[in-house]
């Protein structure tokens, strides 16, 4: 299928293609089960949703065309077709065609698994082509833009001009559709337009349609920029004044063109007419339907749960802000409204942060900490001498002090970085509604604990290792209808994912009351598969944690639903590398539950990595003044330490390898030597190695290793694996009283 | 030199980066943004972009009007933008001259493609 062309199979470009390509097939499979949600819902399909999809299926043609993909060009070239049809209005929603989307996902979904396997591919040209000769069948669509029907605008030609074909076809549908035009004109400040414009969005959008964002031909301050927002609602441009609330923006109604003016000559007088207040259309239908729609809302969101509901208090304060209202803001895109009222508070009192600026704040205050351990060895000396003792009382005090307030600053600022899990949470649940489709088992999904907070990086790299549990508990753990009644089940099956914190660790569970893992069968498959030893004495525990193993599943054959390749080791791998862990339990016929262990936070440090005899440490770069390379013969010895003579001031040397009993590297005529230092002390560590800076996730050690002086954690390295992390303090303070001591 | 690739691929921005690397711009700085808002966004905060490479089709504000609120605004009416279209939106290249971009490619292009047009437009 390829051709040749275009970058090479084995480059970078080719398997970042992959992965997005991977991507926007999930994405799509999503919007596809929202579309048909809102199709059983009834009432209108949020047009976004169509247009997002034709955006992902354009994409994948440009991408698939770039790799000489052909075939993949072609087919994603007839779905672009299709979906452009659909939200162009000239094929209906319950077309054929239409009715085909699913099937050329899933076409998508194999052939992109498929890639690499000549033979295979092969075959999935045949299926391209067959699915292709399918959809021409069904034709392109028919043009049934009923100009009739539509009312005539006095648009400014200049905008007019801008819309894309799509935008004008929204345009004509919302006038059908009797919706009010308006013009939202607004100017913001260069350097924070984007809040300002997607606040101003996102707060139209909770009562009608963006059709189009468009740069406003008219003058504004240079450091400021301009924007003409052409929306439809069900709002009159006074109401619409009201509803956004913003002193830097103007709402102007577009008026009808009732034939009275000349059409062809559109004056610019026309444009500049007062806004007319009263609606050109008729009045919006449903007004008063604003409260029950709030309740359908909430109906089919996921079972009952204390935490998953929309936030109808929130939504109705709106409502309060608005009054009085002669026109309560209706739902605009189909009754979608409710999910998307809730954020107009939150985006009021919330400010936004570059993730970096918490970084660099997280890094100083990471420094305090390693200022404030100087002070404590201080407090130490000082209290040691019976002459200073009295000032050492008063600065133990203080120091005590400092501590208790750094340690809440510190929390404020890890606080910072943390979010709830309520947005991933909510996306399983999606994932639940359309495998209960695809799959035609009935499975409920209960949330608890959504407002747990975990650190914003971490939520992000949650989804994957949670939608793979959710599936493999859907797939393989729930049984099929009969077999669970024959068991003495309900028929209904029942996923729960519980979340909690546990101390400075968020605990996630995924519990089943499926099947269970059988432990004779894992045991048998390990010992096939020769991970075990056949005979060999484990404990239940230790049986199920074989499913963990690379290439062991318990079920031989693999299901579109739980994916290929990507396993339970993966999924321990993932949440490895976020330095948590994944336990498993299960009792045979009733059940599997699957925990993660999170820390709360990812701290990101700066380290330079050093390497001693084999191993590798961090040190925290924080703490490193410099490094040189030296001489062997430069070090002096003398009683038992050595020195080094740092540009006339003696520095203490201490040898990596003595520290943690490494053996010494013989006869090097060079060394390094890393000169850290904590307040006033300063000492230089001898190491064999520097492998470079990096950034590093301070993680505890945990199990029987434990705390080990001079040790302040653990990190993972790509290259080096796990790698622990120095304590300066410790390191500097423990050699610097053995140097007093002598 | 600094760069702005606009595109809501992240292998497209890629691949365009890696493009302009081997064209003997290594060194540069390499702004990327997903659609025509954080495009904006970009250019507003870095200053000075020597040189756009901007998609047509896009989420949240698309790549005409991407450069028609470029153009409209006198501190960045001067700055190169390289559209970058597909076969089937060919009737953009059109509009996109006219409201000044200065140069196009088609997708899918080869990377001497995209080199020969960088190099027309900065020389």
Same mark, same amino acid.
């Given at each position: ?140 669509? %028919? ?37 009010? *035009? ?43 920029? &301009? ?128 993730? &970096? ?30 002459? %200073? ?41 999606? *994932? ?161 539950? %699957? ?31 410099? %490094? ?115 | ?123």
């Amino acid at each position: 299928m390829a051709n040749g062309n275009g970058p090479d199979r084995d480059s970078k470009a080719y398997s970042e293609f992959l992965s997005e390509a991977e991507e926007m097939l999930e994405r799509l499979r999503g919007d596809l089960a929202d579309l048909e949600d809102q199709r059983h819902d009834g009432g209108e399909v949020n047009p976004d949703l169509i247009n997002g999809m034709f955006r992902s299926a354009h994409s994948l043609k440009g991408l698939s065309g770039m790799f000489g993909l052909d075939a993949i060009a072609g087919l994603a070239h007839h779905f672009e077709d299709t979906l452009d049809g659909l939200r162009l209005g000239r094929i209906a929603l319950d077309s054929p065609q239409a009715g085909m989307i699913g099937n050329i996902i899933d076409l998508f979904g194999t052939v992109m698994a498929s890639l690499g396997n000549e033979a295979e591919e092969d075959q999935m040209n045949a299926s391209i082509n067959e699915l292709i000769a399918n959809l021409e069948a069904g034709g392109t669509g %028919t043009e049934e833009e009923d100009s009739q029907s539509v009312p005539r605008l006095l648009l400014d030609p200049t905008l007019m001009r801008a819309l894309t074909e799509y935008e004008e076809h929204r345009l004509n549908e919302n006038l059908r559709r009797h919706r009010i *035009v308006l013009l939202v004109e607004a100017a913001f400040e260069i350097l924070s337009f984007d809040e300002g414009l997607s606040e101003l969005s996102s707060s139209i959008r909770e009562v009608g349609e963006v059709i189009s964002t468009l740069p406003s031909p008219g003058a504004a301050a240079d450091s400021q920029i &301009r924007f003409v927002l052409l929306v439809a609602s069900d709002l009159d441009a006074p109401a619409m004044t009201r509803h956004i609330d913003s002193p830097n923006a103007s709402v102007t109604a577009v008026p009808e063109d009732t034939g009275a003016a000349s059409t062809e000559t559109p004056a610019p007088a026309e444009k500049l007419e007062p806004p007319k207040a009263e609606p050109i259309c008729a009045p919006p239908v449903h007004q008063q339907e604003l409260s029950s729609l709030l309740v359908q809302a909430d109906a089919p969101a996921p079972p009952p749960s204390s935490s998953v509901h929309y936030e109808e208090s929130t939504s109705s304060a709106v409502d309060e802000e608005d009054a009085p209202h002669e026109s309560p803001p209706p739902p605009g895109d189909g009754g979608r409204v409710p999910e998307e009222f809730s954020s107009l508070k939150s985006v009021s009192d919330t400010v936004r942060v570059d993730i &970096r600026k918490l970084n660099e704040l997280m890094n100083l205050v990471g420094e305090l900490v390693m200022h404030r351990s100087a002070i404590g060895a201080t407090v130490r000396t000082l209290s040691a001498d019976a002459a %200073t003792a009295r000032a050492g009382e008063d600065l133990g005090k203080t120091y005590k002090g400092l501590s208790r307030k750094l340690k809440d600053l510190q929390s404020s600022v890890l606080e910072l970085r943390l979010v709830p899990l309520r947005q991933i949470l909510d996306k399983l649940s999606r *994932v639940v509604r359309r495998l209960r489709r695809e799959l035609e088992k009935d499975v409920i999904l209960e949330l608890n604990g959504v407002d747990t907070e975990l650190d914003k990086l971490m939520v992000e790299e949650l989804v994957d290792p949670l939608v793979h549990l959710v599936r493999n508990s859907f797939d393989h753990g729930i049984e099929a209808a009969d077999e669970r009644v024959a068991a003495g089940k309900s028929e209904q099956g029942r996923i729960v994912i519980d979340a909690f914190q546990r101390g400075n660790h968020v605990v996630i569970q995924v519990t089943d009351d499926g099947r269970g893992i059988d432990p004779l069968a894992v045991r048998a498959k390990a010992e096939k598969m020769g991970v075990i030893v056949s005979g060999m004495e484990l404990t239940r525990k230790e049986i199920l944690d074989l499913v963990f193993h690379p290439g062991l599943s318990t079920r031989a054959e693999v299901t579109g639903t739980s994916g290929r390749g990507v396993g339970m080791d993966v999924v321990r791998e993932n949440i490895k590398e976020m330095g948590g862990i994944v336990t498993i339990d299960s009792d045979l016929g009733k059940g599997t539950v %699957t925990s993660l262990t999170l820390p709360v936070t990812l701290a990101i440090i700066q380290s330079l990595i050093v390497g001693s005899s084999d191993q590798f440490y961090a040190i925290p770069l924080n703490a490193v003044l410099e %490094t040189l390379l030296i001489d062997a013969n430069e070090i002096q010895s003398s009683e038992q330490q050595e020195l080094l003579n740092l540009r006339g001031e003696p520095l203490t040397l201490r040898s990596l390898s003595d520290e943690f009993g490494l053996p010494r590297a013989e006869d090097a005529e060079q060394v390094y030597v890393v000169v850290i230092g904590i307040g006033e002390s300063r000492l230089g560590l001898i190491v064999d190695r520097l492998e470079g800076q990096q950034d590093t996730v301070l993680k505890p050690i945990q199990g029987p290793i434990g705390e080990v002086r001079g040790i302040s954690g653990a990190t993972e390295i790509s290259e080096h694996g796990a790698v622990l992390v120095l304590d300066v303090a410790a390191i500097v303070e423990d050699t610097l009283r053995r140097r007093d001591l002598r | 030199m600094k760069f702005l690739t606009i595109d809501d691929s992240i292998t497209v921005r890629k691949i365009i980066i890696r493009t302009l690397e081997q064209a003997g711009y290594e060194g540069s700085e390499f702004l990327e943004a997903a659609d025509g808002e954080e495009g904006l966004e970009r250019v507003a905060k870095a200053g000075e972009v020597e040189l756009v490479i901007c998609d047509v089709n896009m989420p949240n504000m698309n790549g005409l009007d991407f450069l028609r609120a470029l153009r409209a605004n006198s501190a960045w009416a001067h700055i190169p933008v390289l559209m970058v279209t597909t076969e089937s939106s060919r009737h953009a290249i059109a509009e996109a001259m006219e409201i000044g971009a200065n140069a196009y490619v088609v997708k899918p292009f080869t990377p001497e493609m995209l080199q020969s047009a960088i190099r027309g437009l900065l020389g």
